[in-house]
């Protein structure tokens, strides 16, 4: 929970005003502990995903309203990949100034909203880098979680989106600092369309919901890459995977999407697509792309002709 | 949730390996998020607190174990001071070389067995320094949280025990690494005893259940010092403080008792100090010291004939 000496009580201050209070009956920011309802449910979910200067972000490509949304962002598309809704979020920040501090409460304020979830606490910290850690609870109400590890041979594997945008977002912003990256050539797409990509990652909760009540048997959100994430599902299921197609968002290379990660799209195994593409319909959703099926090689890796690389996740680094 | 590059699995099955397992029905690490069965009871407590190498704690005075073990005990002293138990933790460690993990886990595997939680999942990233951030849940069973905001004029002050040990123990660190302390003077109390109590800090949970019992109206935990902790509370509450004594551990001085910090000893506000007393006994635990009683002026601070300073945390720091 929030603590520390009176120097802290401004920023302290300065996030309780940026934020959401409490409904009647529950306590957020200021005791020792938040005080929350249950939730009910089969399960509770639980996430935790940190972002550290210089490793997932450099305040050169990015303010701090951007980091605020993207830690929270990710830890809700791990709330997504588990078929859950996000409920309660803990937020500690080390190392932010109180500049840093106000933009970062408007980015986590901006999430939380579109999210529907709550910042009801955390903790403060000098340091010497810039760490905003996220926890995030989640419920998945009556149905239970979809794990990694529930693929089998034969089930179809779906896409929520086309890939590659948020590395190639990465791209131009670091051509633009003079950092070896190159311009996309023709005018399409804006580039600021890649560019809110990375700065802005969209977590697919209805998507994840969609897939979880159209039956899907495994799922995981493309964090590190298509291929590594991809090979985390397969290796937690013991199935194979073979991909016709990874679908190349507009202005991303091939390598992009296939290792470029931080899209935020989920992808998930099925056995009935035809369910799928109702669930989806059902719920005004963007119909999700069919790329391959899983196998029963638990060995097979493999995308068209190719073998399909277990990469990604250091491509992204800033 | 934990994930990452291949140089990080390594890591995640040194963190897998040093701690218990999943009982049927949930998953711990290693997918996107942990699934836990929702707890029941009338409040869910959420806490965070994270630690910060050159802030919190100096690797030249304490080893990982101690930082994991202390990392997790300050969480579950969060949770006894809303008189709750703790159920599930989140860590996110940043910056740790393989050897700190290996330390890291059997600290917090040592702290999760001692207070019966269970460390579900989590995060890694290189980083450069070590930053461990814990999040943690509690349940309040069939009772309602105990906060800050309740103490009333009238209601007795007790604390769970002496107070000072921990900063007494930091000052014999430092002395023994030339860093400016001096060891106490006579052969008792065994040094180790006020060392341990800097090093491995005990979260007083059953001392928060006994409380909560016997009607606590108010209550915190004595993390940053028993002048700027009381403030706290007393501001919460609205009411005045007037102290007749501040109990000191053997081995420290009065100033590190007052503010030294990182006690963790609980300070409660009760109306029925016989009720108390009677509590604590059926639960075999050590009788509280009444330390005061809550008084009406919201402005008064007063410790015997003097102004009782809301001074503290920046005493504690290594």
Partial sequence: MVSGNDGELAAIETIRRGLP????????????AAVV????GRHLLLA????????????????AADVGWKVLAVNVSDIAAMGGRPLHALVTVVGASADMIEGLVR????????????VVGGDLSSGPRL???????????????????????GDALFVTGPLGSSAAGLRILRSRKGRGGTEPAGPEPAPEALTAAYRRPVA????????????ATAMIDVSDGLGIDLDRLATASGVGV?????????????????????????VFAAPYPDEVVRAFGAMGLR????????????????????????????????
Avoid: K, N, Q
């Fill in 21 to 32: 209070g409490p409904p009647a009956g529950e306590t957020w920011i200021g005791d020792d």
């Fill in 242 to 266: 073979l991909l016709d197609v990874c679908p190349i968002a507009e202005g991303a290379t091939r390598e992009e999407a296939l290792a470029g990660g931080e899209d935020y799209e989920l």
């Fill in 131 to 153: 760490v905003v850690s996220v926890a995030l609870t989640g419920s998945t109400g009556d149905r239970g979680a979809v794990l990694r590890s529930g693929a089998r041979p």
């Fill in 204 to 215: 697919r909760m209805a998507e994840g919901l969609a897939a979880a009540a159209s039956g």
């Fill in 107 to 118: 980015g986590l304020a901006e999430a939380a909203a579109a999210y529907e979830c709550a």
């Fill in 287 to 318: 119909r999700p792309i069919r790329i391959g099926a899983c196998v029963a090689d638990p060995a097979a890796r493999i995308i068209g002709d190719e073998h399909l690389e277990a990469s990604g996740y250091e491509h992204r680094l800033a």
């Fill in 37 to 40: 309802v249950p939730p009910t």
């Fill in 48 to 63: 935790a995903d940190a972002v550290v200067e210089g490793v997932h972000f450099d305040l050169d490509l990015v303010d």
